[in-house]
T-cell receptor, first 114, second 114 residues
Framework: DAKTTQPPSMDCAEGRAANLPCNHSTISGNEYVYWYRQIHSQGPQYIIHGLKNNETNEMASLIITEDRKSSTLILPHATLRDTAVYYCIVRPRARPGSQGNLIFGKGTKLSVKP | DAMVIQNPRYQVTQFGKPVTLSCSQTLNHNVMYWYQQKSSQAPKLLFHYYDKDFNNEADTPDNFQSRRPNTSFCFLDIRSPGLGDAAMYLC?????????????FGPGTRLTVT
């Protein structure tokens, strides 16, 4: 079962920041937080991941609370092409014999509106 | 530039008629995954290969099989498709399951069973 809770849907105005929350209150010390998104009729796309520290890349920023029980994915300037289902996934660091597979939850459907 | 290629993008098969879906990758990744995604649901892992080692998920039906003849190619065989097997089938790769390497997904093959 997925170990994360996300709102089923969110709207965002084009050009504004989209802040997508995720609760993972049972996260353990060796588990990473991953974000993927899936645009309609395409395969999921990796966005970002983190363990404890906040992370930023060319697509997004990931803010993880100090207790690691929740996180927020930030798309700083949302465009219409960012409309997608966003999945927050908790995944252990893989080690020999344990693959650390992705278990997708229901995700958040983000609609970016003009 | 395509990195994970799935053919065909759309496949129609008859009830009970065996069907094979193919995936190829240009990334030289160790691991290849097959996911099933039914309409309005999240992707669900069926199995994966770590090099030549096959790893089946516990709840994957026996009707689903896989072959990986070499690093670049992986096939999903559905021996006797039922109506409930209609879904999007996603192939993904990752460099190594250890560490925190992200997965790269193909565009998927949408299977229709008539």
């Amino acid at each position: 079962d997925a170990k994360t809770t996300q709102p089923p849907s969110m709207d965002c105005a084009e050009g504004r920041a989209a802040n997508l929350p995720c609760n993972h209150s049972t996260i353990s010390g060796n588990e990473y937080v991953y974000w993927y998104r899936q645009i309609h009729s395409q395969g999921p796309q990796y966005i970002i991941h983190g363990l404890k520290n906040n992370e930023t890349n060319e697509m997004a920023s990931l803010i993880i609370t100090e207790d690691r029980k929740s996180s927020t994915l930030i798309l700083p300037h949302a465009t219409l092409r960012d409309t997608a289902v966003y999945y927050c996934i908790v995944r252990p660091r893989a080690r020999p014999g344990s693959q650390g597979n992705l278990i997708f939850g229901k995700g958040t459907k983000l609609s970016v509106k003009p | 530039d395509a990195m994970v290629i799935q053919n065909p993008r759309y496949q129609v098969t008859q009830f009970g008629k065996p069907v094979t879906l193919s995936c190829s990758q240009t990334l030289n990744h160790n691991v290849m995954y097959w996911y099933q995604q039914k309409s309005s649901q999240a992707p669900k892992l069926l199995f994966h290969y770590y090099d030549k080692d096959f790893n089946n998920e516990a709840d994957t039906p026996d009707n689903f099989q896989s072959r990986r003849p070499n690093t670049s190619f992986c096939f999903l065989d559905i021996r006797s498709p039922g109506l409930g097997d209609a879904a999007m089938y996603l192939c993904a790769t990752s460099r190594d399951p250890e560490g925190s390497y992200e997965q790269y997904f193909g565009p998927g093959t949408r299977l229709t069973v008539t």
